[in-house]
């Protein structure tokens, strides 16, 4: 069974940083990815960055891209999501999720299966 567990997150000021932690249990093999979502009061959810647990393959929404680095621990089946220059906007709580496919697009496609129970983030002025 496929359990994911969050961590890292907290309130900060516009502009500082928050590193999520997610880790994996029970997923074997590599073809699969984990991926961060958030969600802010009566919006939808966003699907803000993946990373393929077999390399080479992530995905940036252009809300958090150039600001947010997904990377990953394969030997601990953890995927960290550091987040820099926090703005007002990216105050949501931010879900993991756990999904099959041999690459982001892939995992999209299938649909991530799995997911934590998520971590708040508050950006303050």
């Known amino acids: 069974q496929v359990r994911l567990a969050e961590s890292g997150g907290g309130s900060v000021q516009a502009g500082g940083s928050l590193r999520l932690s997610c880790q994996a249990y029970?997923?074997?093999?590599?073809?699969?990815?984990l991926g961060w979502f958030r969600q802010a009061p009566g919006q939808e959810r966003e699907a803000i960055a993946a990373?393929?647990?077999?390399?080479?393959?992530?995905f940036y929404a252009d809300s958090v891209k150039d600001r947010f680095t997904i990377s990953q621990d394969k030997a601990r089946k953890t995927a960290f999501l550091q987040m820099n220059n926090l703005k007002l906007e990216d105050t949501a709580i931010y879900y993991c999720?756990?999904?099959?496919?041999?690459?982001?697009?892939?995992?999209?496609?299938?649909?991530?299966?799995?997911w934590g129970q998520g971590t708040q983030v508050t950006v303050s002025s």
């Open positions: 990373i393929y647990a077999g390399g080479g393959s992530t």
């Open positions: 999720a756990a999904g099959s496919g041999d690459n982001t697009y892939e995992c999209e496609l299938n649909g991530y299966d799995y």
């Open positions: 029970g997923y074997t093999g590599s073809d699969h990815c």
